[in-house]
């Protein structure tokens, strides 16, 4: 599985949009993005997931550069409740379908 | 609505105590389970995955092992805990036919003292 690269830590004005970056440039042409985030104290929640093209639902959407390289997931209007560690991990779709976590973004939502 | 239960909660242990924590899914069938541990200040590690009842994968030697006595059913145990075992363990489940989403448990908080 490709190794992906994320700050470790941001600040988001509650009511802003949230835009997390995620640098994936080994990633190959099977391997999805997926992103993740973990509440303190929770287990981790799916957010989204990709392989090429721009993805968007409910809670977020998502960014993928046109040589895959890098992603960015947004979050439209950031609450106090979105302050999370949040993960990007890419890794080919399959019946095992193991995840990888890294050490994420601590993204802090301020009022 | 399918519903994964971890307990216990919390669990205080000493050292070279036995171990035992169990994970159960409702409303799915024939599900993927897996076991994480998160250790103080670091990543989620993955410890063991199943893909079928005595179906166990490990991902990392240690002291733990893990069994899938029933389809919905996941225990992670030890025969005697070391202080590095101390952390948040977490257990997820993915149906089989779907390629993305993994659910997590409210997780339990182990400290070997």
């Known amino acids: 599985d490709a190794k992906t690269t994320q700050p470790p830590s941001m600040d988001c004005a509650e009511g802003r949009a949230a835009n997390l970056p995620c640098n994936h440039s080994?990633?190959?042409?099977?391997?999805?993005v997926y992103w993740y985030r973990q509440i303190h104290s929770q287990g981790p929640q799916y957010i989204i997931h990709g392989l090429k093209n721009n993805e968007t639902n409910e809670m977020a959407s998502l960014i993928i550069t046109e040589d895959r390289k890098s992603s960015t997931l947004i979050l439209p209007h950031a609450t106090l409740r979105d302050t999370a560690v949040y993960y990007c991990?890419?890794?080919?779709?399959?019946?095992?379908?193991?995840?990888?976590f890294g050490k994420g973004t601590l993204l802090t939502v301020n009022p | 609505s399918q519903t994964i239960h971890q307990w216990p909660a919390t669990l205080v242990q000493p050292v070279g105590s036995p171990l035992s924590l169990e994970c159960t899914v409702e409303?799915?069938?024939?599900?993927?389970l897996y076991w994480y541990r998160q250790a103080a200040g670091r990543g989620l590690q993955l410890l063991f995955y199943?893909?079928?009842?005595?179906?166990i994968s490990s991902e990392v030697p240690q002291n733990l092992s893990a069994s899938r006595p029933q389809d919905r059913q996941f225990i992670l145990s030890s025969k005697k805990l070391l202080l590095s075992d101390s952390g948040f363990y977490l257990c997820?489940?993915?149906?089989?036919?779907?390629?993305?989403?993994?659910?997590f448990g409210p997780g339990t908080r182990l400290t070997v003292t």
């Open positions: 997820a489940w993915r149906e089989q036919e779907q390629s993305y989403e993994q659910y």
């Open positions: 991990i890419v890794r080919v779709g399959g019946s095992n379908y193991k995840l990888t």
């Open positions: 199943s893909v079928g009842i005595g179906q």
């Open positions: 409303g799915t069938s024939n599900p993927n």
């Open positions: 080994t990633i190959s042409g099977n391997e999805y």
